[in-house]
């Protein structure tokens, strides 16, 4: 008998037969929970936690954003996506913006392509809440408190038995050796704050034992005891020159004031101990932070490069446009020796260059022969749009120059805000000049694909005045170097 999946995913779609097609492809993976339309989802979340949320946009009740918005309060790291069938992607940017959804999807669906994105969207996020719970027990071994001093003493007779007790009286963690050998090894295992050394065991030994700390922990924190009231002055010198914080010389008055002066010595190494634990609680802290942004960043580029993409595919003209020009513009990025974040910054801003169009009227973003001035007109409000779209994400506001600024043009007649190159940014003009490249090499419904050797050609002949000169001229060197053969076939 097969078991039950362990894992849930919930399925909210008023089309039966959506969700009969849903449940078949999913069944072995998970078990399915069905909602019907959005209250029933809605109903669903207050009593399970499934492992992954797919629901419809347009459903009776609310609707699939409303679902996903109570989703993302009550159950933050389950994944969420959202399907429709509107060619009106609004409801959809503005979930985005708000965080509730991964991933989007338009009706007809590939089924088997939104099962690959909820298995691996399922297997990051338990990995998410496993390495969170990691990190907070490792940061709760580090914790400085919980972890006492520790002295480690290679005194013999009376004077060892009352540095012994002295550092006890301070709840100190005491290693006693009785041998050079034996310390050797206790200094070399790590982890001794504070070494209490008799200088009796000699100069030689003495000088190893302290660099021998000094190296395992430039913190620990070195006492030397001398015995010989008579050798005093030469000991102190030898102890301050090897780095010694305090030198004991016998018989002291008390245990308690020699647990004094241990505490003392035993302060800046903790001190030092602590800095570096906290330091490494923020390292990871901000690497934790980092990772986490880094992955929401991702996430938000897949969602709004998917809506792209979703548009190019309706039209076999376009589609994998985007992704070409953000190609060649990382190439040409790397040739102009750009650093690796301007070029990160280039490949986002080029994948999702035209998300604007998403809010052009299908009739002119689709139509097949040469467009009207006023349709052009409204052609050209996708910068506009697009910018509008992004400049509502914080981690993306980084490449909405690019978006709003890549049809541009050096000698200021560009649009949406005609600006000269000395205003225009290097990464806008390295997306404009593949932008244009890639359409030229591409048939349109009123056009055939030019050659490469045409297309740069036509390149040359526009740089200057519509394309940047560099950008035209790396361009041209990667063609040479037979670095774009793979994206200028004849489409």
């Known amino acids: 008998m097969a078991s039950t999946p362990s894992l849930q995913l919930l399925i909210a779609d008023d089309d039966p037969t959506v969700r009969d097609l849903l449940s078949r492809a999913f069944r072995g993976d998970f078990t399915i929970l069905l909602a019907t339309d959005g209250n029933e989802a809605l109903a669903a979340?207050?009593?399970?936690?499934?492992?992954?949320?797919?629901?419809?946009?347009m459903m009776p009740g609310a609707t699939g954003s409303e679902v996903l918005r109570v989703a993302k309060d009550l159950?933050?790291?389950?994944?969420?996506?959202?399907m429709t069938a509107s060619s009106d992607p609004s409801a959809a940017m503005r979930a985005v913006n708000h965080g509730e959804i991964h991933r989007f999807y338009t009706k007809p669906l590939r089924v088997m392509e939104v099962r690959r994105a909820i298995l691996d969207l399922v297997n990051r996020a338990r990995g998410d809440v496993a390495l969170r719970a990691q990190l907070a027990a490792l940061r709760t071994m580090q914790t400085p408190t919980e972890q006492p001093t520790r002295v480690g003493v290679l005194c013999g007779g009376e004077i060892g038995e009352s540095v012994v007790n002295a550092a006890k009286r301070r709840g100190f963690a005491v290693s006693r050796a009785n041998s050079v050998d034996n310390f050797t090894q206790l200094i070399g295992a790590g982890g001794i704050d504070v070494v209490v050394v008799d200088v009796g065991i000699g100069t030689e030994a003495l000088t190893e034992l302290a660099h021998l700390a000094r190296g395992v922990d430039e913190g620990t924190a070195l006492v030397f005891v001398d015995d010989d009231a008579g050798r005093n002055v030469g000991t102190l010198t030898q102890a301050f020159q090897l780095g010694a914080v305090d030198c004991l010389v016998p018989p002291w008055s008390d245990e308690v004031l020699l647990s004094v002066r241990l505490e003392r010595a035993a302060a800046r190494p903790r001190e030092r101990r602590d800095l570096r634990r906290l330091t490494y609680d923020l390292v990871v802290a901000n690497g934790d932070l980092a990772l986490a942004n880094r992955r929401v960043e991702e996430g938000q580029v897949k969602l709004l490069g998917g809506l792209v993409s979703a548009l190019e595919a309706r039209d076999p003209y376009t589609a994998g446009h985007t992704d070409r020009v953000a190609r060649i513009s990382v190439r040409?990025?790397?040739?102009?020796?750009?650093?690796?974040?301007?070029?990160?910054?280039?490949?986002?801003?080029?994948?999702?260059?035209?998300?604007?169009?998403?809010?052009?009227?299908?009739?002119?973003?689709?139509?097949?022969?040469?467009?009207?001035?006023?349709?052009?007109?409204?052609?050209?409000t996708h910068t506009v749009?697009?910018?509008?779209?992004?400049?509502?994400?914080?981690?993306?506001?980084?490449?909405?120059?690019?978006?709003?600024?890549?049809?541009?043009?050096?000698?200021?007649?560009?649009?949406?805000?005609?600006?000269?190159?000395?205003?225009?940014p290097l990464e806008v003009r390295i997306v404009s000049g593949a932008d244009v490249l890639d359409a030229i090499t591409s048939t349109r419904p009123y056009r055939s694909a030019s050659g490469a050797d045409e297309a740069f050609d036509i390149l040359t002949s526009l740089q200057g005045h519509q394309l940047d000169e560099n950008v035209v001229g790396a361009?041209?060197?990667?063609?040479?170097?037979?670095?774009?053969?793979d994206l200028l076939l004849q489409r």
């Open 45 to 57: 979340l207050k009593t399970t936690k499934p492992d992954a949320i797919l629901v419809d946009e």
């Open 332 to 380: 040409c990025s790397e040739a102009l020796a750009l650093s690796t974040a301007a070029i990160e910054i280039v490949r986002v801003g080029a994948l999702l260059h035209d998300i604007g169009k998403i809010g052009i009227r299908d009739e002119v973003l689709y139509k097949p022969g040469r467009l009207s001035p006023e349709e052009f007109e409204v052609i050209k």
């Open 75 to 82: 159950l933050p790291d389950v994944p969420r996506l959202l």
């Open 475 to 485: 361009l041209k060197d990667l063609h040479k170097a037979g670095r774009l053969e």
């Open 385 to 424: 749009i697009g910018a509008r779209i992004l400049e509502g994400i914080e981690s993306l506001a980084c490449v909405v120059p690019i978006v709003r600024g890549h049809h541009e043009r050096p000698d200021g007649k560009g649009y949406p805000d005609g600006i000269s190159a000395s205003q225009l």
